[in-house]
């Protein structure tokens, strides 16, 4: 059996990155190793089983889900390329059990929504932006 498990997401700031995707979107913080003699960080994140408005537990999740490692751009190519990692569309999809919970609480988190929340055929959904601009999909599913 083959699965992925992990996506790099390239960020400016590492410490900015955290902070967007643990108190903006209430993942949590799987791993934050320190390179020795580099400012590189191997920082794997993923999102929770708590909804954003509840925090962040001590207590660790089993996540079947992909881990996103937040992977610091490192040359000019990779900073232009933060923010637009998939072109200009929707690049993460973030799976919810309660769209109308997590949408609340992520707009009361400052998280920016391009449009209003929709119905579709196969569930609810509505586009959101992290803090470099890459697009996301919100989802319940039906």
């Known amino acids: 059996m083959r699965t992925i498990n992990t996506i790099s997401l390239l960020v400016h700031d590492y410490d900015e990155a955290i902070d967007f995707y643990i108190n903006k979107l209430g993942f949590r913080l799987l791993e934050d190793t320190a390179f020795p003699g580099c400012e590189k960080r191997w920082v794997v994140i993923s999102p929770s089983s708590l909804s954003p408005d509840q925090g ?14 937040l992977a ?20 993460l999809f973030l799976n919810t059990d309660d769209f109308w919970r997590d949408h609340a609480a992520m707009k009361k988190a400052g998280v920016t929504f391009n449009e209003e929340p929709r119905e579709e055929p196969y569930g609810i959904v509505a586009v959101f932006q992290d803090l470099y601009g890459n697009l996301w999909d919100l989802i319940q599913a039906r």
Do not use: M, Y
């Open 72 to 91: 610091k751009a490192g040359d000019e190519k990779q900073k232009q390329a933060v923010g637009n990692q998939a072109g200009g569309r929707v690049f």
């Open 56 to 69: 962040s537990s001590d207590t660790p999740i089993h996540n079947a889900g992909v881990q996103l490692l």
